[in-house]
């Protein structure tokens, strides 16, 4: 039964990455991001409780730490930074959204086949973590690569990390609490920062297209 | 075959040729429902039905034998797949190994006569509605036919009855996520093969925005008869794939399982019809995007259930 | 004690924060750097011992480092008091940036958990970008958001090939944690498959953030548009912290036994980036951007050293070592002349040495550095790299080393030796006085102090200097035997 509601949130959090990149409205997308990040914060304690009856208050720290951040924190700064802006749509990025869909579904598979020849040397709770790691980290490579808005940059950046987050759990045991609410601050931190800048790249040219940004190139 | 089970397929498939019309009237019932109204009777589409065989049917003088053919043979086509899909109980009147092959042709074969009737009228607009109806309809096979390999691999049989019966329920507990998959990936072929909201929306009388129903504008008396009930077969046969996929019921005959049956299929029904009042038509353009996400969730669940069968 | 290295900064990017007045501002950002560099001094005249269970701790590669950075923070706190003018960013933020960026920097270099050690170098590079982001105009927006984007991505496949690392640790038992003595002590028990992984992803992350191609493309651009002290503080001392990361790593594979896997792949990783700067070298006409193809270079250079292995270990801690030296004293003087002609421009800039003697000695001084020229460091390290490639019998990597190498010498000689002669043009300002005059004077002491010291190491080295050198290219070959040693020692090419 556990098994398979971790099975199930993991699954529901691939098919939330080609959910982000099917859709050309930015607050939706920052919306998905929010649920993608909600389900895998659940991901701690349930991961807690299949070893023993209580999972241990590392896992809930955990839990609580990426709810408050990822779940309201981040999406709520992305909101009011695109609030300022006019745009709220992904107009025309690189890749199609219906290619850029399709392109997500065969880094799926691919990162199902990798994770085939990648035996893990313990038992994990699910044999599907590492795949679902691999397949939202490089559909957020390929989000951040594909998109012109910084904010779906950002975006697609967050993925990665949520894609890390995934790999991260295998770990649960292993990582100091220290070292994971690091992570997550220098994350805050980060998407802070961004925020901020984007707000001036928006101030500066109007616009949130990346591709203005290309002053800077060899002569 | 036992002899009872002959002799039960009879009732059996008088019941379910039938039943159509009636989860046809299912559905307006609930959309009548979300609108706040009380609807037509619940037996309309029979006394539609019956209207129309009563009256004479109209040609065209452009039109050729292939125009009179074509409702005649897509209808004979689906009358001949419901001869291969289980709908009542968990066996099929015909099933053979690799009968869904079989099943391909048959629909491809009724799709393509619906077509060629809809081109030799030589209108534009029916041109425009076969058009759509042959690009949609091979986008959603890729997505069918996914979903028929994940089940295919997890009953090792290429049975349709056997595919989608009861060796499908430990399935559900191996690989839970990887079925929710296949069932929302048959959900949307449904609703493309059968011309539903949020594909087709088969009440508008706009022949700009139809695909299916702009197809038959020029069909009358018993040819559109033939028609309106095949689309009804259609829903109902593909429903029952569906319904048998997302609720196995347990091997052996059981006198409770045919009536729950009919149950699940008005469940459907009322499901159809509530996305169809809770949903808008999605513009042409943004349903292509629909069917590649049923085939990429189709191929997900491939990879999941070959995952799970290989570990 | 070791702890005072990070805490002293903190404390006084905190007291920055704190303070009114702009003045007020910059004694702190010097007394906090000073303060560091006297805790640096002083903690190599004690011996630590070794603590078990600390998150930090003082050893040979961190402790080179660490001092490396504190030397080029010290240098360039005094400069940028001469620097500064106007306020631009919000000058409370900028230094205060600075200080927590020296702090991060420190605990980089000091810790020993893979995690810990990740923490710390995102944290660096997200103190850095404010700092690149100082003149508020387009163009450093645009540098800082790819800057930003970059690192962030990099940093990220690091984390992923950090915790391939800790996968692979939890084949041994019980699980090892992921302090890096500890599991090159263990190494044997890891699990390659996934050991190999994570070196890959680290190399490729912090390979990123290091400036290595072809994840570089953030560099030109960053060191381009940041103000000159704080391209100073990147290519010098924000390099070494990614650098740690990937030789911690490295010491792990060493010691599983996948020296040769590793090693390879950081050769590559270097030729290529050398070969990148030299491309990029040639004909470029912003003196800034050569100056961050030439840290493209340097950086290939240690990788290709530490890949070697041998006598390239040592030369590549020499190496490190000059080019902290030498990319202070560059991009000091790239400032300076930005203040004389107003310009980024190669061809703008001409007759620094008829226009400013000392500026143009000393820019002349730093080009000679930079492109090994032998009085100074770096001509001895990449001569002890080549000896570490002859005696692999590597000659692919021999030729490819040299070649790029002499390309890049050669385009940055064509490019930079008129700006130092020839006439200067017209309608240039006359020398300045008063104020002006004191301002220089404090732009170019540590200018020609990091200089005079690059000079020095190069070309006498003192003992202290060697052995501390010498211990930390150790730490790197954990297998290697005494006679290896032996072997490496012989091999150094010093003067």
């Known amino acids: 039964m556990l098994q398979s509601a971790i099975d199930s949130i993991l699954v529901l959090a691939v098919l939330l990455n080609l959910a982000m990149l099917a859709t050309s409205r930015m607050a939706a997308c920052i919306r998905t991001f929010a649920l993608q990040s909600l389900l895998l914060a659940l991901l701690p304690i349930a991961v807690g409780l299949r070893h023993e009856t209580i999972p241990g208050a590392h896992a809930f720290v955990i839990t609580a730490g990426a709810v408050g951040l990822k779940v309201f924190l981040i999406p709520w700064i992305l909101l009011r930074v695109l609030r300022t802006g006019e745009i709220h749509r992904e107009i025309e990025p690189f890749i199609g959204f219906t290619a850029s869909v399709m392109l997500g579904a065969v880094i799926i598979v691919a990162s199902f086949a990798f994770a085939k020849r990648m035996p893990l040397p313990t038992e994990a709770p699910t044999d599907l973590l590492v795949p679902v790691s691999i397949a939202t980290l490089f559909n957020g490579l390929l989000m951040l690569v594909s998109r012109l808005k910084a904010i779906t940059q950002v975006l697609g950046y967050l993925v990665v990390e949520n894609g890390i987050f995934v790999f991260g759990l295998l770990l649960l045991e292993q990582t100091p609490v220290l070292v994971e609410l690091g992570i997550l601050l220098d994350l805050f931190v980060g998407v802070f920062i961004m925020g901020i800048i984007v707000y001036h790249i928006r101030r500066e040219f109007d616009h949130m297209d990346t591709h203005l940004l290309d002053a800077l190139r060899e002569s | 075959m036992t002899a009872v089970r002959a002799v039960l397929f009879v009732p059996e498939m008088l019941v379910v040729l039938a039943l159509p019309p009636l989860l046809m009237s299912v559905i307006a019932k609930t959309k009548a429902w979300f609108g706040g109204r009380v609807g037509p009777p619940w037996l309309q589409p029979y006394f539609d039905l019956h209207k129309l065989i009563q009256k004479n049917a109209v040609y065209s003088k452009t039109t050729t034998w292939i125009f009179r053919a074509g409702p005649i043979i897509s209808l004979a086509a689906l009358l001949t797949a419901a001869t291969l899909i289980p709908v009542l109980s968990n066996d099929s009147l015909l099933g053979f190994s690799g009968d869904i092959i079989l099943l391909a042709y048959l629909l491809a074969l009724g799709r393509m006569f619906t077509v060629l009737a809809a081109m030799d009228t030589g209108s534009s607009f029916e041109g425009m509605g076969a058009s759509r109806e042959v690009t949609f309809g091979a986008m959603s096979e890729p997505a069918l036919f996914l979903a028929f390999v994940v089940m295919a691999v997890a009953t090792k049989s290429l049975q349709l009855s056997e595919m989608i019966g009861p060796k499908l329920l430990p399935e559900w507990q191996i690989a839970g996520p990887a079925m929710i998959l296949v069932v929302g990936a048959l959900l949307v072929v449904l609703l493309t093969e059968a011309c539903r909201v949020p594909v087709d929306d088969p009440a508008t009388h706009l022949e700009l925005t139809m695909i299916h129903e702009v197809m038959v504008l020029d069909h009358s008396g018993p040819e559109f008869a033939f028609i309106t009930y095949g689309a009804a077969l259609k829903f109902t046969l593909l429903g029952s794939i569906l319904v048998h996929a997302a609720i196995p019921h347990p091997e052996g005959f059981n006198v409770l399982s045919p009536p729950l049956r009919v149950l699940e299929l008005g469940g459907l029904a009322v499901l159809v019809g509530a996305i169809e009042s809770a949903m808008a038509r999605f513009r042409l353009n943004r349903v292509p995007m629909l069917i590649a996400g049923a085939t990429v969730l189709s191929a997900i669940a491939v990879v999941l259930v070959l995952m799970r069968r290989t570990v | ?495």
Request: aromatic content about 10%; glycine content about 10%; proline content about 5%.
């Open chain 3, 1 to 495: 004690m070791h702890v005072l290295l990070i805490v002293v900064p903190v404390v006084f990017a905190a007291v920055c924060l704190a303070l009114p007045g702009p003045r007020l501002r910059l004694a702190s950002l010097v007394a906090g750097s000073g303060a560091h560099f006297g805790v640096t001094i002083w903690s190599w005249s004690t011996t630590f011992p070794d603590e078990a269970d600390s998150v930090f701790a003082i050893e040979p590669l961190g402790h080179l480092f660490v001092s490396l950075v504190s030397v080029l923070f010290a240098a360039t706190s005094v400069y940028f008091v001469g620097y500064h003018r106007k306020a631009l960013l919000s000058q409370r933020i900028f230094l205060a940036c600075m200080l927590a960026l020296l702090a991060a920097l420190s605990a980089v270099c000091m810790s020993r958990h893979l995690g810990v050690l990740w923490v710390a170098m995102e944290a660096a590079s997200l103190a850095a970008t404010p700092l690149i982001y100082f003149r508020l105009s387009a163009r450093s927006l645009e540098a800082t958001w790819k800057f930003l984007l970059m690192s962030s991505v990099g940093i990220a496949l690091a984390l992923l090939g950090i915790f391939c690392i800790a996968v692979a640790a939890m084949k041994a038992e019980p699980a090892v944690s992921l302090v890096y003595s500890d599991l090159v002590s263990h190494a044997k028990e890891l699990d390659v498959l996934w050991l190999r992984a994570g070196f890959l992803l680290a190399l490729v992350g912090f390979g990123a953030k290091m400036g290595l191609s072809p994840l570089h493309s953030w560099k030109p651009d960053a060191y381009g548009e940041a103000p000159p002290p704080v391209a100073a503080l990147l290519s010098g001392a924000m390099t070494l912290g990614p650098f740690i990361g990937i030789l911690r790593v490295f010491q792990v594979c060493s010691a599983a036994g996948l020296a040769e896997f590793a090693g390879g792949w950081l050769v590559v990783f270097g030729l290529v980036s050398i070969g990148t700067a030299a491309v990029f070298v040639v004909g470029n006409n912003d003196y800034r951007r050569i100056f961050a193809y030439t840290s493209v270079e340097h950086m290939g250079v240690m990788v290709v050293g530490v890949g070697l292995g041998l006598g390239g270990s040592y030369a590549a801690m020499l190496h490190a070592m000059h080019n902290t030296l030498n990319k202070g004293v560059l991009f000091f003087m790239a400032g300076f002349f930005w203040r004389i002609y107003q310009s980024n421009r190669v061809s703008d800039v001409r007759g620094a040495l008829h226009h400013h003697p000392t500026a143009g000695i000393l820019f002349l001084g730093g080009l000679c550095a930079t492109c090994g020229l032998p009085p100074f460091g770096m001509f001895f390290s990449e001569l002890g790299i080549l000896f570490a490639a002859a005696q692999k019998a590597q000659w692919w990597v021999l030729g490819l080393f040299t070649l790029t190498l002499c390309i890049v010498f050669v385009g940055v000689m064509t490019a930079m030796l008129p700006m130092v002669f020839g006439p200067p043009p017209e309608n240039l300002k006359s020398a300045p006085k008063g104020e002006g005059r004191w301002r220089n004077v404090v732009m170019l002491a540590p200018a020609t102090l990091l200089l005079l010291a690059a000079l020095v190491l190069g070309a006498y080295q003192p003992a202290c200097v060697r052995d501390a050198l010498y211990a930390a290219a150790a730490t790197l070959e954990p297998l290697r035997t005494e006679s290896g040693a032996a072997v490496a020692r012989g091999m150094e090419v010093l003067p």
